[in-house]
């Protein structure tokens, strides 16, 4: 409710699914001469201004005539009051929010209207009840608007746009705190010590809240597979849906040509707020994301392609022995559990987090150590005879199918990429799963590679803490070979 002279208008910025609808809705219901909402869905097939007026006004109790000027209806409603309304539009950008729903032209010039209206107020209705605006949307910013409407081109829009980014002040709706958290969690029928859990690691995003609820419900009780269904299946998607389309449009992502979830970490390391960017923040620190937020947006995944090292090495051992007195795998090992230690601690990747993949397990171990902590992927047998006869790459299709599964899972992953085999970018440039790969190359890469990776914080070369072996050609390997088997006869 308004004082006499004094009025409302803001944007109301949260996160989607937060709740914000639904508090201004038990708001209007409680007071609803003083409060209404409107949900400009309700005029999606409005085929003129005078439309969209006339549905307003029905919310709001006003007779709109059907020649008279509805801003000077909107005057005489006024004059008849003690204190100002305050209107609240629910769903008014969705034209650029991506739910699909279009919102007519006719619709952003009665906004436009009706929010210059408002502002005028200031010096036409001084002392006199006046009519307060509250918009509500689930983008970031107010400021996202702009560069939305680049995207969309539609000038009813943009010029909205400007005036509600300059003109209206800004509000964050807040997210609830851990004992409403915990609160929500039981009444979704989780345990009460299930739920503390829980609430702590999600943080105060209702929706996200009730992903993990029904995980609870799914797995009975919040384990480890509960806490993987919420943060690599759920939180992506709800991230994805609303935040990075957000911040692709931004200019600083667009002209430095960063990947959204690049730009997200990079500021949110810079000290920004994860309230900032519409993020659940831990309930003891304002200032860092939620455990599964935190979790899932510095998850890097390394994935070492063992054969792409290994070879150079065997090659150049079958033709000269001598330069491995102690074998090929002694001499390799202790090489590539240094640089597997290096790449974890330069990307932050957890142990539990590396993919070791080769032809075999046998092949994987003799490269990096049995020992040497990792998931080993590796070819059934069946294909493991193929790639024997016919030197085909069937690791490599084990690798990037393996990466793009899981990208397809959660579209925020990182990976780190420990190859110079310019054959898998390519696959996962098709499946469109290169935009989250690093690769690291253990030696100088490839023309190909580097056309294919041109930024230089997505390539780097040289890794690999012992130079590539002297090349060896093909009949220096066959006389090798024919070496050893007359030696093995005699």
Not at 129 to 136: D, R
Not at 403 to 429: K, Q
């Amino acid at each position: 409710m308004n004082r006499r002279g004094e009025y409302i208008h803001t944007v109301v910025i949260g996160a989607r699914k937060v709740g914000k609808t639904t508090w201004f809705r038990r708001l209007a219901e409680e007071r609803p001469a003083d409060v209404t909402l409107w949900d400009v869905r309700r005029v999606a097939r409005a085929g003129s201004v005078h439309q969209v007026w006339a549905d307003l006004f029905h919310e709001m109790g006003i007779s709109l005539g059907p020649e008279a000027d509805p801003l000077e209806d909107l005057e005489d409603h006024l004059d008849t009051l003690e204190h100002g309304p305050v209107v609240v539009i629910d769903d008014w950008d969705a034209a650029v929010d991506g739910r699909g729903v279009t919102v007519p032209d006719a619709c952003y010039e009665v906004l436009d209207q009706l929010i210059r209206f408002c502002l005028s107020q200031a010096t036409t209705r001084s002392g006199l009840a006046c009519m307060g605006l509250v918009l509500l949307t689930s983008l970031p910013d107010a400021t996202d608007l702009e560069y939305f409407t680049r995207t969309v081109q539609r000038p009813t829009f943009e010029r909205l746009s400007k005036l509600v980014t300059r003109s209206l002040t800004q509000d964050r709706f807040p997210m609830l705190d851990q004992a409403e958290s915990t609160a929500l969690l039981t009444d979704l029928g989780v345990s009460a010590d299930e739920a503390d859990e829980a609430a702590r690691a999600c943080g105060g995003w209702p929706w996200l809240l009730e992903k993990a609820a029904a995980a609870v419900h799914e797995h009975g009780g919040w384990t480890s597979k509960a806490v993987e269904e919420v943060r690599e299946r759920q939180l992506p998607g709800l991230l994805d849906a609303g935040l990075m389309p957000c911040l692709a449009a931004r200019p600083e992502v667009r002209v430095r040509q960063v990947q959204p979830i690049d730009y997200l970490r990079q500021e949110l390391a810079r000290g920004r707020t994860p309230e900032a960017f519409g993020l659940p923040s831990a309930f003891d620190d304002p200032q860092r994301p939620a455990p599964l937020v935190h979790q899932l947006l510095n998850r890097a995944f390394l994935v070492v392609d063992t054969e792409n090292l290994r070879m150079p090495f065997q090659r150049h051992a079958e033709v000269h022995p001598d330069h491995y007195p102690d074998g090929l795998d002694s001499f390799l090992q202790p090489h590539v559990q240094a640089w597997l230690r290096e790449l974890c601690e330069k990307h932050d990747v957890s142990e539990e987090d590396v993919w070791l993949v080769g032809r075999s397990q046998h092949r994987i171990d003799a490269t990096i150590g049995a020992r040497t902590s990792g998931e080993r992927l590796y070819l059934p047998q069946e294909l493991r005879n193929k790639a024997r006869r016919t030197g085909d790459g069937s690791d490599d299709a084990l690798m990037t199918a393996q990466v793009a599964r899981r990208a397809e899972r959660n579209p925020l992953a990182r990976f780190v990429l420990a190859s110079g085999d310019a054959d898998a970018p390519l696959i996962l440039e098709l499946v469109g799963a290169l935009d989250q790969v690093t690769v690291c190359t253990p030696w100088q890469a490839s023309g190909k590679l580097r056309g294919r990776l041109p930024e230089a914080d997505r390539l780097r070369e040289h890794t690999f803490p012992v130079p590539r072996p002297p090349e060896v050609s093909t009949a220096e390997l066959a006389a090798a070979r024919r070496a050893r088997a007359c030696g093995e006869r005699r």
